[in-house]
């Protein structure tokens, strides 16, 4: 480096961003494919009962599935890639010399954040986008060739699809997307205005519509009412299948405009799913910030010579990664299943670790 002259990134830094890259991206590709080796050795069998293509199989499923692998494991493997490079460095008084020639411990820090931050911008555009397109080619081919498809078994079905409508259906087949004994009443008020009967109501993905047949449409206003039958006609009732089926709902396959769609679509409706797709959203938005906390706890930890040299620091930072996975899900539970506000169970877990990383922070070699 010249003198006068100030780099945000020099060669040394770069040298170390090319390290834990490397190492980051050969751990999780060798994670996964163990992984995905294990998968098909489980489901060869009905692979093979359903006759699915090999094609489909390696591009419609598996190269589908790695990226969810790749994000799900990528906070444990990552800090395992820190503590190895800074481990690394460590064994061969790299950091030493680093300290030694003047550079302070903070700015020795910035290629580790500045890969921290390359990697979750990358988790974030996984979780938000990415996988969950990606997650509806995977279930199309499981419904295809491993799963069978799941056959709707809740009865008198209720759902507020505005906020003046009421649907109803009996029961409903979602392998014809087909309602029995529907109802829609609209209120004004507190009283009906509008109620259609139908003896069934079938979903047209071909037109995007419902379709009613055997219907009664009675309109009430005020002392006069006035009733219409008829043998089919559609209707728009802002919903699809997926809505009646309460056990098929998937977050997973919504993008971060989808899950805010959703979010408003189902507080209108008055269901108990807001909470969960609330924290879903936040964990994608929030939990790639785990990835700067646990890199500066990994080089903390690692940055000192120990007698069980790097098989200990990777011991004691791999504790530290799992305990930190373990808050983020018992958190996660007291919002699903308890009172707790989803924003605050996603960050709770974070500020408790940030808190652990400032501390080692202030006990690093200096």
Partial sequence: MKKGKSYF??????????????????????????????????????????????????????????????????????????VYVTSRLTSRCEIVSILASGISFRRMLRPFI?????????????????IPQL????????????????VNLQYNIHIQNAKDKQVYVQRFDNVTSCGFLFTQETFKGNKIVEKITANTITYDSVKDNWMMRDYTIRTIDGKKE????????????????????????????????????????????????????????????????????????????????????????????????????????????WATNGNMPPLLSVVIPLILYTIIAIWLLIKAPK
């Fill in 9 to 82: 990134l020099n060669r040394l830094d770069w040298y170390i961003i090319g390290k834990i890259l490397s190492t980051f991206v050969v751990a999780i590709l060798l994670i996964v494919l163990i992984i995905v080796i294990i998968d098909l050795s489980q489901k060869i069998d009905d692979f093979i009962d359903h006759r699915a293509p090999l094609k489909a199989i390696v591009f419609d499923y598996y190269l589908n599935l790695a990226p969810f692998y790749v994000n799900t494991l990528g906070h444990l493997f990552f800090f395992i890639s820190i």
């Fill in 135 to 150: 997650n509806v080619k995977k279930y199309d081919f499981e419904a295809k060739y491993y799963r069978n498809t799941y």
């Fill in 226 to 333: 006035s009733l219409t039958k008829g043998f089919e006609m559609p209707i728009d009732i802002k919903l699809r299948p997926l809505d009646f089926n309460m056990k098929l709902f998937k977050v997973d396959v919504l993008d971060f405009n989808g899950i805010n769609k959703t979010i408003e679509r189902e507080r209108m409706k008055g269901t108990n799913k807001v909470p969960n797709l609330m924290l879903e959203k936040y964990q994608r938005l929030l939990n790639p910030i785990a990835y700067i906390i646990l890199t500066v706890i990994g080089v903390t930890l690692s940055c000192k010579k120990k007698r069980g040299g790097m098989g200990l620091n990777l011991a004691s930072g791999i504790g530290l990664a799992f305990s930190l996975i373990l808050v983020m899900k018992v958190t996660a539970t």
């Fill in 114 to 130: 500045f890969s921290s931050i390359i990697v979750g911008l990358f988790g974030l555009y996984l979780a938000n986008f990415l």
